[in-house]
């Protein structure tokens, strides 16, 4: 972290301020006591104060704040003041951190480049992003979440990005916004945020959005379908696209179309950091993503386990599912689908939907996980066979009656649900 003087953070009036022993500035910001050492402060966050002695212990300087949102955004807003690195900020409803991922491998051969690790993009995750940019650093990718309207401008004003991407907008958070125009409204907050010169990278084809992009002051470039970004060709590993006009063709580590799509996201934001499209298949190479969003993994028996259970919501449903059906190459596929959180009156209705999705993918197996899911079996009809499984235990328990060597298989559901566990159960099992 680029340092910041004590004084300079008591000046800041963040709540109570216990410096360590001979300590004059901060080199690193921790909310977890066992991360705390010499140089390093402390902030408690939540029930962090009964950790404070143990912080302080391990040579740390603590922080008891009054509003620890507002401390950790203080502090992340100074080190920002002190570093020329480009910025660039992702939401979207469905595949930011996967966007993320492609942006910071694409990045790193080129730039001293900081990444948001996992799914941080909230309030305390976009600071521990700024808390990790040294003096050196060069470029941000940060990844921004929301849960209603002027979270992702606050986040914006802490972060200050030059490049704003939106990766999609669909049903999501809807018990909170109602509607998807107002998701759109709220996403959209990171391209009004950008300064005067700034670019914005948004889905093509995407009428809801269109109201909300008013600035002539900044670039926006459109990527998917016939935008400015286009995919020309996708035949696993290479891939092939035009970028404002450029060809850039790339051997890229993942078989998932709507992978590929991200990937038109980051080229776009790669464009706008100024960094060199010609020489981007360089990072594509070393491209991984965030635990739970894709990951394959053979099982005994031969069956191939494809982990996208981080989260779930309509349309990363339907990608899924396509490219389950896909990567089977016509082997027998069998589908754990959890429920999908924060969608509002109409959630019966989505489950059905998705449901039918399946059915028309031509998924062979279902098993449908909580107590939204039942809409899962009642949309896919008689075409699909189906089992009902409360919890992930019994989900568990129809697999092993169920699976047969040579499937595929994949689960996905909302974070609540914590389908991780069945992937990890399995491999107990199947091992």
């Not at 009964?50 to 807003?77: K, N």
């Not at 470039?221 to 970004?229: E, M, N, Y």
């Not at 980051?266 to 739970?292: K, M, N, Q, T, V």
């Not at 039942?374 to 896919?380: I, L, P, S, T």
């Amino acid at each position: 972290m680029i340092p910041l003087r004590l004084e300079e953070v008591r000046a800041l009036a963040l709540g109570e301020l216990r410096a360590a022993p001979g300590a004059d500035e901060v080199t690193g910001v921790v909310i977890d006591s066992r991360e705390a050492a010499p140089g390093a402060l402390f902030v408690a966050v939540g029930r962090g104060a009964e950790f404070a002695g143990e912080a302080q212990e391990r040579g740390a300087s603590v922080l008891l704040p009054g509003d620890a949102f507002a401390a950790l955004a203080a502090l992340a807003s100074a080190v920002r003041a002190r570093s020329d690195a480009r910025v660039a900020a992702i939401t979207g409803s469905t595949g930011k951190t996967s966007t993320k991922d492609v942006l910071a491998a694409l990045c790193r051969p080129h730039a001293r480049t900081v990444a948001a690790r996992g799914g941080h993009n909230n309030e305390v995750g976009l600071p521990l992003t700024l808390f990790a940019v040294q003096a050196d650093t060069e470029v941000v990718v940060a990844e921004m979440g929301m849960r209603g309207l002027g979270q992702i401008r606050a986040l914006c004003s802490v972060a200050r990005p030059h490049v704003g991407v939106i990766t999609s907008i669909g049903p999501v958070h809807l018990e909170l916004l109602g509607t998807v125009e107002r998701v759109a409204q709220a996403k959209v907050e990171i391209v009004a945020s950008l300064p005067p010169g700034g670019t914005g990278i948004v889905p093509a084809d995407t009428p809801v959005l269109e109201p909300f992009l008013d600035r002539d002051d900044v670039e926006v470039l459109r990527f998917g379908g016939d935008g400015d970004i286009r995919l020309v060709a996708f035949e696993p590993p290479r891939l092939v696209a035009d970028v404002a006009g450029e060809r850039v063709e790339l051997e890229v580590p993942f078989t998932a179309l709507h992978q590929a799509h991200n990937t038109l996201a980051a080229l776009g934001a790669y464009r706008a950091l100024g960094l060199p499209l010609d020489r981007a298949g360089e990072g594509a190479r070393d491209i991984a993503f965030s635990p739970w969003r894709g990951d394959e993994r053979e099982l005994d028996r031969g069956v191939l386990l494809i982990d996208d259970c981080y989260n779930a919501n309509p349309p990363s449903m339907s990608a899924a599912l396509a490219h389950l059906v896909r990567r089977a190459e016509g082997r027998r596929t069998v589908a754990v689908l959890g429920d999908m959180a924060e969608l509002g009156p109409e959630a019966p209705r989505y489950h059905r939907d998705v449901g039918a999705e399946a059915a028309r993918a031509g998924v062979d197996v279902l098993v449908a996980v909580g107590a939204l899911a039942r809409g899962y079996v009642e949309g896919a009809g008689g075409g699909v066979e189906a089992a009902l499984a409360p919890t992930w235990e019994e989900a568990v328990a129809e697999l092993e009656r169920l699976l047969r060597p040579g499937d595929v298989l994949l689960v996905k559901g909302s974070r609540a649900m914590g389908l991780e566990r069945v992937g990890r159960a399995l491999e107990g099992v199947y091992a």
